[in-house]
């Protein structure tokens, strides 16, 4: 290695960076306390992704991506953030996570999951390129820690914080292999996300004023 | 002869410094937090005071004990000493780098504070044994993280010898920054916090009972055991620091026998300690002690770091060995 | 061209005509009703176009209507107008049954439709609208965004009733296909992944049929993944069996003209993504990968819905999990590959459609009288709602595949298409599952019609007579389309099946 380095191995570099701040973002999410904090961490882990996008389509020299990556960053790490959080506030629930796992263990478990994904990437994708691999194990791994969140939370709203999470896991997954989709789909995508935030905050306003609960063992009713 | 050179070197620039100043730099951290707080602290000299004090008074030792009891700050001092060989201050001779590496210093220290805690349930005191108690179940969780710290170190720069660490990772120039180095950095930074029973953890300036850790179990020593048992906890944190000093940066250690040479790195290294010693003090203001029941969070939080860090390195380094 | 205008129109005037509507509220119903019987026309003509001219392929086949959405949009159009016509009836029951008593009935602002009413109206519209656009985007991202909106616009309507029940089922559907979306859209990425690797053209790198002509030199190993990945994403939206836990719920708990939306039109719109993605596989690999998961997952669902089926109480419940067992039966006829039995599912999606917007017709004009779904309490109909009963009655017969109505055609050629490709164990099993349905079913539905009802749960007995005149000409119209299908399918429809049949079956009309 060169003690300097030269612009082809900063992108390499930096996109190292911008993964382990999103992973680092995800692990803090998973060990919030405050669904606050949660969303903040949500909020930043988007910022991360957006910037990776924004970095390679500097890279690359592609304006469809920049503003991709502008218009993401706008709604992930703003709208839905504020969106959720005004749903937050106007739900008088608890501040806290209840959680069936225990918040640390489930930290542990995320990191056994962004393991588990750097080890499948490495032995599915063997003789691909470094970026793609470790782009496409983050990915992974955040689709893992959406689910997981998804399911050992308590609260129907930290169930719409799993999920936006799985979707980030998606947009990173999309990054590694296929770079952009065409920009209408993309933004159709984002498009919806928006529309599913707002149709989930408003059910999960409805389901707290007619249960006085937002937490999963209530909507227990319907079996068989 | 160059054997004979490093040993000597060895002797008093790693073992002979650490003894000699660790009192001046724990006093130094506890003055600098009390100016940021804008209280007056003690004087620069106050660890070589108390010291000299202990030494002269008298020990008074509980009839109930054992032997263990006694032997034990001795084996703390040496245990410690051993340690002090092995990791790099601003030399690094290798002459004692056969004796191990990483797992080796880890070791060490565990030893030490296995006796520790052992000699503090001889008297059978409750404040001694909760200390050991508390101290072990931290230990649980710091030993795990200290070694996936170093070992991304190691996968690094393909070395598991501390002294040749930081001429190692010197080597990478800038390209030394890598998320792995940053994030095993982090999280070799939190747990040092703890191993040396820093503020989030434990607090060295008081005895309130109910959060005691360290000080809980010499609750009983006195005198000359106790100014032991102080030194060498003064010298283990000296030397933690000195790790966390030098691989945070890695640069300017002294290469050539050379007087010059020599005073240019021990400059570089006081001043990468006060560096050190600043981001602890104004980390350790800026936080308050933790609930014991949180310290798992945290360092659990520390040990994903690492093992984070560690998959970095592995990437870094082109994947798993096939 | 002016027939896709007019459907992307037609359900947008339909649901500012809900929102705005200045009236009185009982015109609006028979309003939508028109509206709705409009689209359907404009649906059989695009339909009669597909079959005389051919596919309508818009802007590089992004737009991509051929004889398989022809049959969607009929269906759409179909049972569209069949749910605004009983809705004209029901959703004002609904409100009377539901409204303060104290309220001056007269007044000409009281007779105005609620907010409530009118976003139903708009609502539903959107839904439709959605489906509309499932069933001619040529496009995978298209029909992904048509999809995940679908969910978004009924995920309120499920949630109608603003109840502990309803919520609980609306939530469920949306988190749980949300979910199964995000699955779909994976498999999306990694089919676009291959394109790319294939050095396709990018730009219409997820329009069907690029893919299509695309298909024998993507990576095969990619291929397989994605279609896992599409088969359960799509597949949480059709209610295949292990991730079916949404269906029944949202059937049962949304007001019943949705039900019957969902039921018979959603199920079939997420079944053409999966359908056409199978296609794309059997292309790309041996055809034996899709069609033995398609068995596997049609035969699970199939399986899964009997004992369900068998202890059900809950009416509505009942006639979800019947739907389970018949997008089963219609994966059955898709995955056993033959062309007969392929010709079968895709008819039996058409009959599916019609007979269960019957049966949920006359399941919510009972539970709305009893005022209970639960079938211990729905009992000796016939001396209370004799109109209904009898097409009830008749309705299980069709649903169960009994001989004159067309469900038992379609179930037949399945049948006879698994058996003369060898497929004995399939089919016998289909066979046994269908015969254990039928008997359940016939149990439950003979009980409710003429048993007895349970003393001491009506105070007083409940009034006879019919409440929805409108929503039984929509029973009856389904139930003569089922006799007509049998005697006599349209030409048209006809040509459909049989053409989309060739499509999936050999490739045809790709120019391969």
């Not at chain 3, 089922?482 to 053409?499: G, I, Q, V, Y």
Request: proline share 5%; with cysteine.
């Amino acid at each position: 290695m060169s003690p300097t380095p030269s612009p082809e191995s900063m992108l390499p570099l930096l996109v190292d960076y911008i993964v382990a701040w999103v992973l680092i973002c995800t692990i803090l999410f998973l060990g919030a306390q405050r669904l606050k904090a949660k969303i903040q961490f949500y909020a930043m882990q988007s910022l991360g992704l957006s910037v990776l996008l924004g970095a390679i389509g500097l890279a690359h020299q592609n304006t469809k991506a920049l503003i991709l990556a502008v218009v993401a960053a706008i709604g992930k790490c703003i709208i839905i953030p504020l969106i959720l959080r005004y749903v937050k506030r106007r739900v008088p629930m608890n501040k806290g996570v209840e959680s069936y796992v225990a918040i640390p263990t489930t930290m542990l478990m995320g990191g056994g999951m962004i393991m588990a994904a750097h080890y499948l990437t490495n032995h599915l994708f063997y003789n691909q390129s470094h970026l793609f691999n470790e782009m496409l194990s983050t990915g992974m791994a955040l689709v893992f820690i959406g689910m997981l969140v998804m399911m050992v939370r308590k609260k129907a709203f930290t169930q719409i914080l799993g999920l936006y999470v799985v979707d980030n896991g998606i947009f990173c997954l999309t990054m590694a292999t296929v770079f952009e989709m065409p920009m209408i789909i993309e933004m159709g995508i984002l498009f919806e996300l928006l529309l599913g935030v707002l149709v989930m905050g408003i059910l999960v306003q409805r389901i707290h004023d007619s249960f006085q609960a937002v937490t999963l063992d209530e909507l227990e009713q319907l079996k068989g | 002869m160059t054997q004979v050179y490093e040993i000597v070197q060895s002797v008093l620039f790693q073992f002979g410094l650490a003894f000699a100043l660790s009192p001046l730099v724990n006093t130094a951290l506890k003055k600098w937090k009390a100016l940021l707080q804008g209280r007056q602290g003690p004087p620069y000299l106050q660890g070589y005071y108390d010291l000299l004090k202990y030494f002269r008074k008298e020990t008074v030792v509980s009839d109930q004990t054992s032997a263990l009891f006694l032997a034990t700050p001795v084996i703390n001092f040496v245990c410690i000493g051993a340690v002090s060989l092995l990791i790099p201050t601003f030399v690094a001779p290798q002459v004692f780098a056969p004796i191990g590496g990483i797992l080796v210093m880890v070791y060490l220290l565990g030893l030490a504070r296995f006796f520790m805690a052992a000699a503090a349930l001889e008297p059978g005191g409750g404040f001694c044994s909760m200390g050991s108690s508390r101290e072990m179940m931290i230990a649980t969780l710091i030993e795990p993280v200290l070694l996936l710290a170093l070992f991304t170190f190691a996968k690094l720069t393909n070395t598991q010898q501390l002294l040749a660490l930081p001429s190692a990772l010197s080597s990478q120039g800038l390209f030394l920054y890598t998320p792995a180095y940053a994030l095993a950095a982090l999280a070799l930074f939190v747990v040092s916090l703890a191993e040396m029973g820093r503020v989030p953890f434990d607090n060295p300036e008081t005895h309130y009972e109910l959060t005691m850790i360290h000080e809980g179990m010499l609750l009983e020593y006195s005198g000359k055991p106790l100014g032991l048992m102080f030194w060498s906890a003064w010298t283990k944190q000296f030397l933690i620091l000195s790790l966390l000093a030098n691989i945070l940066f890695p640069f300017h250690m002294a290469t050539s026998a050379n007087i010059a040479a020599l005073a240019l790195a021990l400059l570089a290294f006081i001043g990468k300690l006060i560096a050190v010693g600043l981001i602890i003090v104004i980390v350790e203001t800026a936080i308050a002690k933790m609930r014991l029941f949180r310290v798992k969070e945290v360092l659990g939080a520390s040990l994903i770091l690492a093992v984070l860090a560690l998959i970095f390195s592995v990437e870094q380094s082109g994947g798993l060995p096939k | 061209m002016q027939f896709l205008t007019l459907l992307f129109t037609l359900p947008a005037v339909n649901a500012l005509l809900g929102l705005l509507w200045p009236g009185h509220r009982r015109w609006l119903g028979p309003l939508q009703t028109i509206g709705s019987a409009v689209l359907f026309a404009v649906t059989v003509g695009l339909a009669h176009h597909i079959v005389t001219v051919g596919p309508i392929s818009l802007w590089q086949g992004s737009i991509y209507v051929d004889a398989l959405s022809g049959i969607i949009l009929l269906i759409i159009g179909g049972v569209g107008t069949l749910a605004a016509l009983y809705g004209a009836g029901y959703m004002i029951a609904d409100l009377d049954a539901n409204a303060p008593t104290t309220a001056p009935a007269t007044s000409a602002e009281s007779n105005r439709p609620p907010r409530r009413l009118r976003f139903y109206y708009l609502l539903f519209n959107l839904f439709v609208l959605t489906m509309l656009a499932m069933a001619i985007s040529g496009n995978m991202g298209m029909f992904w965004m048509a999809i995940e909106g679908s969910t978004m616009f009924s995920a309120f309507l499920v949630g109608y009733y603003t109840k502990k029940a309803p919520l609980e089922a609306a939530w469920k559907y949306v988190i749980l296909c949300t979910v199964g979306i995000a699955f779909a859209l994976i498999g999306i990425v990694l089919t676009y992944y291959a394109v790319l690797k294939a050095q396709g053209n990018l730009a219409q790198g997820l329009n069907w049929l690029y893919l299509y002509k695309l298909a024998p030199k993507l990576d095969p190993h990619l291929i397989k993944v994605a279609f896992v990945f599409i088969l359960v994403g799509f597949g949480t939206k059709a209610g295949l069996a292990p991730i079916h836990n949404w269906l029944p719920d949202a059937h049962s708990e949304s007001p019943t003209p949705i039900s019957a939306m969902l039921s018979c039109v959603l199920l079939n719109c997420a079944l053409l993504g999966i359908i056409r993605y199978v296609l794309l596989t059997q292309l790309v690999i041996d055809p034996a990968f899709a069609q033995h998961l398609l068995l596997f997952f049609g035969l699970l669902s199939l399986g899964l819905a009997v004992p369900f089926i068998l202890v059900q109480q809950n009416i509505k419940r009942l006639l979800a999990y019947s739907s389970m067992e018949h997008i089963g039966l219609i994966l059955i006829g898709l995955g056993l590959g033959s062309p007969l039995a392929v010709l079968g599912g895709l008819f039996h999606m058409v009959n599916h459609a019609a007979i269960k917007a019957l049966m949920f017709f006359g399941a919510g004009n009972l539970a709305q009288r009893f005022q209970s779904k639960q079938t211990t309490h729905i009992q000796g109909a016939f001396g209370i709602m004799p109109l209904t009963s009898t097409l009830l009655l008749l309705g299980v017969l069709a649903l169960c595949g009994s001989p004159p109505f067309s469900v038992f055609l379609s179930e037949f050629y399945i049948l006879q298409g698994g058996l003369a490709n060898g497929h004995w164990i399939v089919s016998g099993l289909t066979l046994l599952f269908l015969i254990i349905i039928f008997g359940g079913f016939l149990h439950t539905y003979l009980g409710i019609v003429m048993g007895t009802a349970p003393a001491g749960h009506h105070d007083n007995p409940l009034p006879k007579g019919e409440t929805n005149p409108a929503g039984l000409l929509a029973m009856g119209c389904s139930l003569v389309l089922l006799l007509a299908m049998t005697w006599w399918l349209p030409k048209d429809l006809n040509s459909l099946l049989h053409s989309a049949t060739d499509f999936i079956v050999q490739g045809k009309g790709l120019g391969l």
